[in-house]
């Protein structure tokens, strides 16, 4: 196919109008989600538009369904948000108006994940929906850029938003892996530790509680936690992520006091947590505020009886681990021509599916190197490609 040949396909024109919309997270992305709903009602499917107000602005998550009342049916779903390119150097294009070079296809979202919508949207319009023996169901989400918050809200209502569809099987998420195929990923989860000590002159330290060397230990129950964490590497995270097959800290920001002569009155730290399978966030930040509350509390409660340590701004994206074995396995390793070896890098809205006991598959036509790079860009291959096996994984799962 010539450049001039495939600019005029249609996966071209729908790819080129999701790029245009500026859908970077902080922004409303109300557009898009018209845009989408429309375009997935003229195909004939049911279509609901679920608005939220994320941070102050308004969002939406789509979801659309088509089939009969069975259950066993699939999601194919990817996040509308894109990551800031204002003020990242080494942009050599207009981040929002798609371009080719005839090998490859450039534009913020391309590979995370815009893409991928439009190929769901294309591949569920050439199929003979009425035919349909399984739910095919879209769920297109906001803020998945900002830890997942569209999906975690979503989550609590689908099965209402849906109502008359059972609850599908299986999720197909076409974040950027390269075909690659990935039934995993850990959780994530970033919170603060908040010091209040007691201020005073440098020169009475006993007359006050040094928020600064209180955090030195909150820092030591960190690292013991982590230490035990080490200690529970389960088999399969053994195999889904070898290089680190277990939980872990990372603190990552940490302020406190206003002058050497002064005792500093308080310090936060902002920290975060890859949450390996089988963990869960909850469950690790109570260890380390049932130490806090056994060896550190006390002191603190002596010294500063209007001090505190305090646990904040906790945003947590669950893990994920699906079977690895089945019969969609099978069929996705088969059309995409991959076996799972590994879990993936990163967390995904999966994981909010899996809470309501839906498998969910990470495969993708977009590529993680490219993903969040000035000059995002996607293979030409994998354009049309992509297209192709979404086709082929909607008829052999839903139709055939
Ligand atoms: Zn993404």
């Not at 099987?169 to 908040?194: C, M, Q, V, W």
């Not at 309501?356 to 354009?383: D, K, M, R, T, W």
Request: charged share 20%; hydrophobic share 40%.
């Amino acid at each position: 196919m010539s450049r001039a040949e495939f600019q005029q396909s249609e996966l071209w024109e729908i790819s080129r109008q999701l790029i245009s919309f500026n859908t970077v997270s902080a922004l409303s992305n109300l557009n898009i989600a018209e845009f989408l709903a429309n375009y997935l009602e003229s195909s004939g499917m049911s279509v609901q538009i679920v608005t939220e107000t994320i941070a102050g602005v308004p969002k939406a998550n789509v979801v659309a369904w088509v089939g009969p009342a069975e259950p066993g049916g699939l999601i194919l779903s990817g996040h509308m948000d894109i990551v800031p390119f204002e003020g990242q150097p080494g942009w050599k294009t207009d981040p929002l108006k798609m371009q080719t070079d005839g090998k490859r296809i450039f534009g913020r979202g391309v590979s995370d994940m815009k893409i991928f919508l439009a190929q769901s949207l294309l591949a569920a319009r050439q199929q003979p929906l009425h035919q349909l023996k399984r739910p095919l169901v879209f769920i297109f989400t906001c803020d998945e850029e900002v830890a997942g918050q569209g999906s975690a809200r979503l989550v609590q209502t689908l099965p209402e938003v849906i109502k008359g569809c059972p609850l599908p099987e299986i999720a197909l998420i076409g974040e950027p892996t390269n075909f690659a195929i990935f039934p995993a990923h850990k959780g994530y989860a970033s919170f603060d530790l908040r010091v209040q000590g007691k201020g005073g002159h440098s020169s009475l330290p006993s007359n006050g509680l040094n928020a600064i060397d209180i955090m030195g230990q909150i820092l030591q129950v960190i690292k013991q936690v982590g230490k035990q964490l080490e200690k529970q590497s389960l088999p399969e995270n053994i195999q889904l992520f070898p290089e680190v097959p277990y939980s872990t800290f990372n603190n990552g920001l940490i302020s406190g006091g206003l002058a050497p002569n002064m005792i500093a009155e308080t310090c936060r730290l902002t920290a975060s947590l890859r949450v390996a399978p089988g963990d869960t966030a909850d469950e690790i930040l109570q260890q380390v505020q049932q130490q806090i509350e056994q060896k550190i509390l006390p002191e603190v409660r002596l010294q500063a009886p209007d001090g505190g340590i305090f646990l904040e701004n906790l945003v947590a994206v669950p893990p994920l681990k699906s079977p690895l074995e089945g019969p969609f396995v099978e069929l996705l390793g088969r059309i995409i021509g991959q076996s799972i070896t590994r879990g993936a890098p990163y967390a995904t809205d999966g994981g909010q599916f899996q809470s309501l006991g839906i498998n969910s598959y990470i495969c993708g036509p977009g590529e993680l190197a490219e993903a969040h790079q000035p000059n995002e860009s996607l293979a030409v291959e994998n354009f049309f490609g992509g297209l192709e096996k979404l086709e082929r994984i909607i008829h052999a799962w839903c139709i055939e």
